[in-house]
């Protein structure tokens, strides 16, 4: 009895955070919601509130396996022929990501691990997961990614509609979320993401959401026909990653973190501008128009850019396909190329 009430009164604050965020419009409500009323509730009531470990593990499965059904084998060929450049404008814009927050670091009292995952474009839940297994401070890339997700939200959009004010030219529908009808036999299909997922999260960063990521991706691509994920799972799962990130941070940290805030949100106005400049270039050396190159690279939401490219005129499928390829590459590679690195300098240190 002692574990089921603070375990139902942490539901009921993340509940009460996702309802909130969403009646306000905020971004990422589910996710964000939860989060931020759990760690105010228990930073200022001071009770320590409790989420067992399986729901967050959970809500990443479910997460990962949600990204991999965009992949398709459509999705493949529509971005077969901007892959190239696409991925060295990406490969560029990380590198200036880490350099900055390196060199920001040396000046700060923020560690570089810290400050180079608080900083890089990629996911929010997936940075925080990764800087966790390499012993950054988890709290402090929560509060600098969040800083830089309302950044890009608040700026991209705004800018890109501006400048191109072009009428909706029939493009308004998003990419559909593939997949086949969730009750059916085909739900089977997920156990294999689900146990590979389980079984082998150790090898990799962030291995419980990346794993069964790649895993729906392959098996989508190929013939299987891998069952949709309904929208209240969805959410659901990211109620269970915002309530168990939002548990783990400290008003404290948040509070010492915010003093940097602004450092933060200027390296996040200064990628922006880099990844415009990379945008006009794809835009140059592709026959892709200027709104759907610079939506595609933009270090923003998915789910944002996608909506700003159906109002603009832009293409939404490729900026979906090219903003979902960001995505992939820092998640796989980036989180495995640092910890090398990380792990390399600290024993030349040592030595």
Same mark, same amino acid.
């Given at each position: 009895?002692? %574990?089921?009430?603070?375990?139902?009164?942490? #539901?009921?604050?993340?509940?009460?955070?996702?309802?909130?965020?969403?009646?306000?419009?905020?971004?990422?409500?589910?996710?964000?919601?939860?989060?931020?009323?759990?760690?105010?509730?228990?930073?200022?009531?001071?009770?320590?509130?409790?989420?067992?470990?399986?729901?967050?593990?959970?809500?990443?499965?479910?997460?990962?396996?949600?990204?991999?059904?965009?992949?398709?084998?459509?999705?493949?060929? #529509?971005?077969?022929?901007?892959?190239?450049?696409?991925?060295?404008?990406? $490969?560029? $814009?990380?590198? &200036?990501?880490?350099?900055?927050? !390196?060199? &920001?670091?040396?000046?700060?009292?923020?560690?570089?691990?810290? !400050?180079?995952?608080?900083?890089?474009?990629?996911?929010?839940?997936?940075?925080?997961?990764?800087? %966790?297994?390499?012993?950054?401070?988890?709290?402090?890339?929560?509060?600098?990614?969040?800083?830089?997700?309302?950044?890009?939200?608040?700026?991209?959009?705004?800018?890109?509609?501006?400048?191109?004010?072009?009428?909706?030219?029939?493009?308004?529908?998003?990419?559909?979320?593939?997949? +086949?009808?969730?009750?059916?036999?085909?739900?089977?299909?997920? /156990?294999?993401?689900?146990?590979?997922?389980?079984?082998?999260?150790? /090898?990799?960063?962030?291995? *419980?959401?990346?794993?069964?990521?790649?895993?729906?991706?392959?098996? =989508?691509?190929?013939?299987?026909?891998?069952? @949709?994920?309904?929208?209240?799972?969805?959410?659901?799962?990211?109620?269970?990653?915002?309530?168990?990130?939002?548990?783990?941070?400290?008003?404290?940290?948040?509070?010492?973190?915010?003093?940097?805030?602004?450092?933060?949100?200027?390296?996040?106005?200064?990628?922006?501008?880099?990844?415009?400049?990379?945008?006009?270039?794809?835009?140059?050396?592709?026959?892709?128009?200027?709104?759907?190159?610079? #939506?595609?690279?933009?270090?923003?939401?998915?789910? %944002?850019?996608?909506?700003?490219?159906?109002?603009?005129?832009?293409?939404?499928?490729?900026? +979906? @396909?090219?903003? #979902?390829?960001?995505?992939?590459?820092? *998640?796989?590679?980036?989180?495995?190329?640092?910890?090398?690195?990380? =792990?390399? +300098?600290?024993?030349?240190?040592?030595?």
């Amino acid at each position: 009895m002692k %574990e089921t009430k603070p375990f139902i009164e942490t #539901l009921i604050t993340g509940l009460a955070g996702a309802a909130l965020f969403s009646l306000l419009n905020l971004p990422l409500p589910w996710m964000l919601g939860p989060l931020a009323c759990v760690m105010l509730w228990q930073g200022m009531s001071g009770r320590q509130l409790t989420w067992p470990k399986a729901l967050k593990s959970s809500g990443l499965i479910t997460l990962g396996i949600s990204f991999g059904l965009y992949f398709t084998i459509e999705t493949v060929q #529509l971005v077969g022929p901007y892959a190239l450049p696409y991925i060295i404008i990406t $490969l560029f $814009l990380i590198t &200036v990501s880490i350099i900055n927050s !390196s060199i &920001v670091s040396r000046y700060i009292k923020v560690d570089r691990i810290t !400050s180079v995952f608080g900083s890089i474009p990629g996911g929010l839940t997936e940075m925080v997961i990764v800087s %966790e297994s390499l012993k950054g401070n988890a709290a402090y890339v929560m509060v600098f990614q969040t800083i830089r997700l309302l950044v890009v939200l608040f700026t991209v959009p705004f800018i890109i509609i501006y400048i191109f004010s072009a009428q909706n030219t029939g493009q308004d529908t998003l990419m559909a979320h593939t997949g +086949t009808a969730f009750l059916s036999w085909n739900i089977l299909w997920l /156990l294999v993401p689900v146990l590979l997922g389980v079984r082998f999260h150790h /090898l990799l960063p962030a291995g *419980i959401m990346i794993i069964p990521l790649t895993v729906t991706a392959v098996m =989508n691509i190929g013939p299987v026909q891998v069952p @949709a994920i309904p929208e209240a799972v969805f959410l659901g799962a990211q109620l269970c990653v915002g309530v168990a990130l939002g548990k783990n941070i400290l008003l404290k940290d948040v509070k010492y973190a915010g003093k940097y805030g602004f450092i933060y949100a200027g390296l996040a106005l200064l990628l922006i501008f880099i990844s415009f400049i990379s945008g006009f270039l794809l835009y140059s050396v592709t026959s892709m128009d200027l709104p759907t190159a610079l #939506l595609s690279t933009a270090p923003g939401g998915v789910v %944002e850019m996608v909506l700003t490219a159906s109002i603009v005129g832009a293409d939404p499928a490729i900026v +979906t @396909a090219l903003q #979902l390829t960001r995505i992939i590459l820092i *998640i796989l590679l980036v989180p495995v190329s640092l910890r090398w690195y990380f =792990n390399k +300098t600290a024993k030349e240190k040592a030595a």
